[in-house]
């Protein structure tokens, strides 16, 4: 693991975008590889996945989770993060898949431009202790994260979502260089509409969910579909972060 970065997509059901966001890669001379874990996929994921990895075998891993995860939001909120059914525990996952000392957060609806390109090709990726934050943009918003990352330690719960921890002291690199997010946030994924896998078993772990999340729904009214997505930075959204921060609901942990 001497030098390179690791894109790590997590993709469930994202065949209309997959080959694109895989083939902008294409024009990368460092070293590289892009990691795809894909999650209980009912579409053409797979098959696009696998013939892409018979053409660069070397750069190109495929992975399966097929355990079930609670999405952003309400559910990863009511879900403890050590739980397989965690987005943190499956991001931790994908992440022990990747070998490059460098990790780039790489959605299955990203597009590489040709700032971005050039950004990371001329640019020697040994581990040092840095995060580079880029700006992923579809027609209505801009969403900026540290997508590119060394030194990191793995994911942990906070509130609503999966966010990584660092290892300290780490330098911060903020450009202006753009990703095409290539999907709106209007654009809801069939998935979202599926019945979370703790309303289909009748577990322990499962009925403790169950229980949490009717304890979020009274205190927070009914969670709409994709509230947690980037870019959402609705009223309800700002009352619940604002209440967690403060005084969460009896029950609820925001941050394990």
């Known amino acids: ?3 390179g970065i690791s ?63 609670s999405r952003a939001g309400y559910e990863l909120l009511a879900t403890d993060a050590t739980s397989p059914h965690s987005f943190c525990h499956y991001s931790n996952w994908c992440l022990a898949k990747c070998t490059k000392p460098w990790t780039f957060k790489w959605d299955a609806d990203f ?18 202790s840095e995060r580079h934050y880029f700006k992923a943009c ?36 903020k450009t202006d260089i753009r990703i095409t997010h290539d999907s709106e946030l209007s654009s809801i994924k069939s998935y979202w509409y599926d019945d979370p896998w ?4 009748d577990t322990e772990e499962a009925q403790v969910v169950r229980g949490r999340m009717k304890t979020l729904t009274d205190f927070y009214g009914s ?11 609705s009223e309800l959204m700002y009352r619940v972060c604002s209440t ?13």
């Open 138 to 173: 579809n027609s209505t918003t801009s969403n900026g994260e540290s997508y590119l990352q060394c030194s990191l330690l793995g994911y942990k719960k906070y509130m609503l979502w999966e966010v990584p921890l660092m290892r300290a002291p780490c330098s911060d690199f």
């Open 198 to 201: 703790f309303m289909k078993e």
């Open 7 to 69: 894109f790590m997509i997590r993709a469930r059901n994202e065949e209309e975008t997959l080959e694109r966001s895989i083939r902008s890669l294409s024009s990368l001379t460092i070293p590289y590889e892009i990691v795809v874990v894909l999650h209980c996929c009912t579409d053409k994921s797979e098959e696009i996945a696998m013939r892409l990895q018979t053409e660069k075998p070397e750069q190109i891993k495929v992975f399966q989770y097929t355990t079930e995860i």
């Open 111 to 128: 597009i590489a431009t040709p700032e971005l390109l050039d950004y990371l090709n001329t640019r020697t990726w040994v581990p040092r």
């Open 223 to 233: 969670e709409p579909v994709g509230f947690a997505r980037a870019s959402n930075d």
């Open 1 to 3: 693991m001497t030098d």
């Open 244 to 256: 967690l921060r403060t005084n969460p609901p009896p029950g609820i942990n925001p941050y394990a």
